[in-house]
């Protein structure tokens, strides 16, 4: 919370005293015997403390740095189509050969024979 301080001493224990005659002349008045005139000049001097004070409470963040972006996985139409192939060096889906759906003869009859086992199911159904 801002407090006004006495530009002499840094006390708090600053007086204001009131102009009754509106004459605009305000004046501080601190126990270390710092004395301001002026309404307009205190105005200013109140401003531009909790400007400061303001400035001080603002943390910069640190800055995040970003991780370097994972390479894309291949698209998956350059994989045998048959979902539960194992032919890759890996034991996943190995690439599909060029002008086939498949990797392997292996995969193009697998798969034949899963839908094939599918479709008899849902007649069988
Ligand atoms: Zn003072
Ligand atoms: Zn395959």
Do not use: H
Not at 5 to 13: E, F, I, K, T
Not at 17 to 22: K, V
Not at 99 to 122: E, L, M, P, T
Request: proline fraction near 5%.
């Amino acid at each position: 919370m801002f407090k006004f301080r006495c530009v002499n001493c840094n006390s708090v224990d600053v007086e204001l005293y009131r102009d009754r005659q509106g004459y605009g002349q305000d004046y501080l008045n601190c126990r270390c015997g710092w004395q301001f005139y002026g309404t307009d000049r205190i105005v200013a001097l109140y401003e531009s403390q909790k400007a400061a004070y303001e400035e001080s409470l603002i943390v910069e963040e640190p800055v995040v740095e970003e991780a370097p972006s994972e390479p894309l996985p291949e698209p998956s139409e350059d994989l045998c189509a048959w979902e539960a192939c194992d032919k890759s060096p890996q034991g996943g889906r190995a690439k599909r050969r060029k002008g086939s759906k498949y990797c392997s003869r292996d995969c193009s009859n697998r798969n034949a024979r899963y839908r094939y086992q599918q479709r008899a199911k849902k007649e069988a159904a």
